[in-house]
């Protein structure tokens, strides 16, 4: 081992030594137990018990009916997580979401990469709730939503228009479509129907470095913060590379989109959008650099969840013929073939709309959501939640527990739709876009395109499984790691229903 390298090991044991004694020593009293869990070890507590091999939600489920409860702690180096698995337990948190609405400091994608800078990752604190509002002035209720609806409804056919002539470019069309309509809102960006340089720039940019550098536990100085003073030069210290990466992605993922904006203001073309709106009310230095970041925040918290959240539900129809065939049945009945259907008609598509329901159940965009962190010492479902405690939510296992969700992993609309002697089964919305005052801002936005590429998909195409040797091929649904969960690739096929469906999409796009 060499001079250097044995340098950085002593060092390293030290912080962790450090870390482990000095938040051993100061537990505070406790007024009740803290969360049942796994024992842990000496000064290092649960590291070695933490799950290795991705998909941490599905180890933190086997926990929960290890321990018989609801909710689970577990100490990293003296670090308190708490790992929420029920439905009920975390409505007792929503009850008092002022005491758990802070973020955790992530080191690395915080700090280092820069993202505490935007809504998802940055702490609680007037910033904070400056930027809530302007998120509510723009997309926080269901009718500042009806501004944008028209355009939602425009992007969708124009969505539809492009599979029907790229029937095999699936990923790609929705990121564009999902991108198209935040840009628009934030920037009054119209994008290019194909690789457009935003859109291609900022998914690569928060696939690459969001994705990955938010995931909780997954860098040691998220655990030991004085790691972030390390070198890059250092052996050991590559997290410093990637954060060094990662960082100047991020700014251009922030500043690019906003100078293209503000040039667009320059030349007198600007349409309306948050940008535009917001330096008409406050072009101040300090309120120019909030308008960028909260800008960049609209794209990165709405759009890679949506395309998650489309991306399974042509999963879901192909594995699920039948379903497939009676949303269609729906729609035909409504609309006679004649035309699209609209989100004026969703009160009219009942099956619909519970698709919908059971789609945003079914596929967890985010998982364990992103965490939370408690910012007093408190009592919640009997047990003792020390200040300073990481608040983890298992989204998934809440919304794949059998005990409300009967055989959880069957797609089944059904269970939101109410028959005699037949009650409906937990609406998965009190968990699916998180909870408290970090509830996804944008969820009626994402809600109602969700359902615009659902409800015209259904109407145009036949969403069909590949055939091989005359037998088709069944993909498996399932979540990649990362803190936006996606469905893998899968083959398909989309095949027009009719020369009639056709001449509708031509009709209602001829404009677009």
């Known amino acids: 081992m060499s001079t250097s390298t044995t340098v950085v090991v002593l060092g390293l044991t030290s912080v962790v030594l450090y870390y482990g004694l000095r938040r051993t020593r100061s537990e505070p009293a406790q007024s009740a137990p803290y969360p049942p869990g796994p024992k842990g070890l000496p000064i290092i507590g649960n590291v070695l018990d933490m799950p290795k091999n991705g998909q941490d939600w599905l180890t933190y489920a086997v926990w929960g009916r290890e321990y018989k409860s609801g909710i689970v702690g577990v100490k990293l180096l003296g670090q308190p997580i708490v790992i929420i698995n029920d439905g009920d337990i975390l409505s007792e948190f929503d009850r008092v979401s002022h005491l758990y609405s802070d973020r955790p400091p992530m080191q690395m994608a915080g700090n280092l990469v820069g993202y505490a800078k935007t809504l998802v990752l940055m702490p609680y604190s007037p910033t904070f709730r400056s930027f809530r509002k302007h998120f ?269 969700y009967p055989d959880p992993l069957v797609f089944d609309p059904t269970r939101f739709i109410a028959s005699p002697g037949k009650e409906v089964q937990r609406d998965p919305r009190h968990a699916c876009f998180g909870f408290g005052r970090r509830i996804c801002p944008g969820m009626h936005l994402a809600e109602a395109s969700v359902y615009a590429v659902v409800a015209m998909s259904l109407a145009v195409f036949d969403i069909l499984p590949v055939m091989k040797d005359g037998k088709p091929i069944i993909p498996q649904h399932s979540n990649t790691d990362g803190t936006i969960s996606h469905q893998p690739h899968f083959p398909y096929v989309l095949r027009a229903r009719s020369e009639k469906a056709v001449t509708v999409v031509q009709r209602e796009t001829a404009d677009l």
């Open 136 to 404: 509510a002035r723009i997309m926080g209720s269901p009718a500042q939503l009806k501004q944008y609806l028209p355009m939602a409804e425009q992007k969708a056919k124009a969505f539809v228009r492009r599979m029907l002539a790229h029937p095999t470019e699936l990923e790609p069309q929705l990121r564009t479509l999902a991108g198209s309509i935040i840009l628009n809102i934030a920037y009054g960006i119209t994008v290019e129907e194909r690789d457009d340089r935003f859109v291609t720039m900022i998914e690569r940019i928060l696939a690459e470095g969001f994705n990955n550098a938010a995931v909780a536990g997954k860098f040691l100085v998220d655990v030991m913060p004085a790691l972030k003073f390390v070198p890059e030069w250092l052996p050991g210290a590559g997290f410093q590379t990637l954060a060094r990466k990662w960082r100047n992605d991020f700014n251009d993922m922030v500043n690019v989109p906003y100078q293209f904006a503000t040039q667009l203001i320059a030349d007198g073309v600007a349409p309306v959008s948050f940008v535009s709106t917001s330096l008409e009310l406050d072009d101040s230095t300090a309120e120019i650099e909030n308008i960028k970041h909260c800008a960049a925040s609209m794209y990165g918290a709405g759009a890679d969840t949506t395309v998650s959240t489309e991306h399974a539900f042509f999963l879901a129809m192909l594995l699920n013929q039948d379903v497939q065939k009676t949303a269609q049945a729906e729609i035909d009945s409504v609309t006679g073939g004649e035309r699209l259907p609209t989100y004026a008609d969703r009160e009219h598509l009942p099956y619909v709309h519970a698709l919908v329901t059971e789609l945003l159940r079914w596929h967890n965009v985010a998982p364990l959501g992103v965490p939370h962190r408690a910012m007093e010492d408190g009592v919640v479902h009997g047990h003792f939640i020390p200040k300073g405690s990481i608040i983890v939510a298992n989204l998934w296992q809440m919304l794949h527990n059998p005990e409300v």
